[in-house]
Structure formats: structure tokens, C-alpha cells
């Protein structure tokens, strides 16, 4: 079985959709203008983040780990982190995001899954990640409870069914979504 990527545990709780268009057609979507600003970006804030103390995270003895990447064959995931704060006896995990809505469940669901593979990959706990928004500079604390971990368990289960079987999942409800998706010329049945 190969690994699902944690980006795709994002689009399954975005779209499951994107999920089943990257693992049955890849290489088939065109990246948007959206994701294009948000690589630009990522490179901007890594360079402002080594200049801002760590006390925002509550973890002032971390020391700052960018781009990391990490795979765990055993819960079938493979990621690349975008800041690993590791501490003596801890880890945090922060994805820095350029958008300006709240955290919703696919955030949620990516960070669950870093902070998986960083748990099982650097064998230290972690309880807290964090969504770093960078067009106001807000960060997010986001709690990796039993829930959280539940519900990335649970996704990475219906992602491998999707791969395994081909199974083509319904279209999220939010179509507003679909405007801006680097796959809506797949999906006929919701135009």
C-alpha cells in the first residue's frame, strides 16, 4: 500500500472529490493562481518567522525544523511539515495558510495528520498544532485531541478505499468551493 499524502487528508475534508481526481488521474490539474500566491508566500513567512520569538507558541525552548518532510509507512502517510517546533520533550506542528477564513475541518484534518507523523517519526508527543493565517498575521491553536485524531484515522481509511476501489465520492455541498477547483471541469453532474 503506498502512503497518502497529508495534503490530501486537506481536500478530503475540502472536496473528496480533489482526493479521488490526485490519486485515479494525476497530474491532470492545473494549478490555480490561489495556489501559486500561497508557494510565494511560504517562503516570505519562513523568512519572518526566524526573526519572531517563539513565545506565541508557549514552546520557548523549540527549536524550528522548516519543510520537514516525514512518512510512516505503518498508518500509511507521508507529508512535508511546514514548521516542526521541537522541544526536549514535545512537538508542535504550524501550517501557514494564505486565506482569510477561519480554520474549518480540512485545516483541521491536515494538522491532525502532521501531528500524527511527527508524534510516530521524532517518538514525542504532540498535542497542539497550529494555523498560522499570514494575510493578518493570526495564529490558531488547534487542540490534536482523540477527536481529531479519530476523524484523520477515519479519512485515511476512506482515501486508501478510494484508491484501492476507484470509488468516486460525492461532490462537497458547498459548491461555491467548486468555482476556484483546479478539477471543475471533471465534475459535469454539478454544473
Known amino acids: 500500500m503506498s502512503a497518502a499524502i497529508v495534503t490530501d487528508l486537506k481536500q478530503w475534508g475540502y472536496c473528496p472529490r480533489i482526493v479521488y481526481y490526485r490519486q485515479i488521474m494525476p497530474g491532470v490539474a492545473k494549478p490555480t493562481f490561489k495556489m501559486e500566491e500561497a508557494h510565494n508566500a511560504q517562503e516570505m513567512i519562513e523568512r519572518l518567522e526566524l526573526r519572531r520569538g517563539l513565545g506565541q507558541y508557549g514552546l520557548e525552548n523549540a527549536k524550528r525544523r522548516f519543510g520537514l518532510w516525514l512518512t510512516d509507512e505503518t498508518i500509511g502517510l507521508t507529508g512535508k511539515i511546514d514548521l516542526v517546533l521541537e522541544s526536549e520533550r514535545s512537538a508542535a506542528v504550524v501550517d501557514f495558510k494564505l486565506t482569510s477564513g477561519e480554520p474549518g475541518e480540512n485545516h483541521r484534518l ?3 495528520g502532521y501531528a500524527l507523523l511527527a508524534e510516530i517519526c521524532l517518538k514525542k508527543p504532540v498535542e497542539v498544532g497550529f494555523l498560522y493565517r499570514i494575510p493578518d498575521n493570526r495564529l490558531y491553536t488547534i487542540p490534536i485531541d482523540q477527536m481529531i485524531r479519530s476523524r484523520v484515522q477515519k ?9 484501492e476501489q476507484q470509488l468516486f465520492p460525492e461532490a ?5 468551493r467548486c468555482a476556484e477547483c483546479e478539477y471543475a471541469n471533471y465534475c459535469s453532474d454539478i454544473w
Request: charged share 20%; proline share 0%.
Open 110 to 112: 491536515q494538522l491532525g
Open 172 to 176: 462537497t455541498s458547498l459548491r461555491a
Open 155 to 163: 479519512a485515511l481509511y476512506s482515501i486508501s478505499e478510494i484508491r
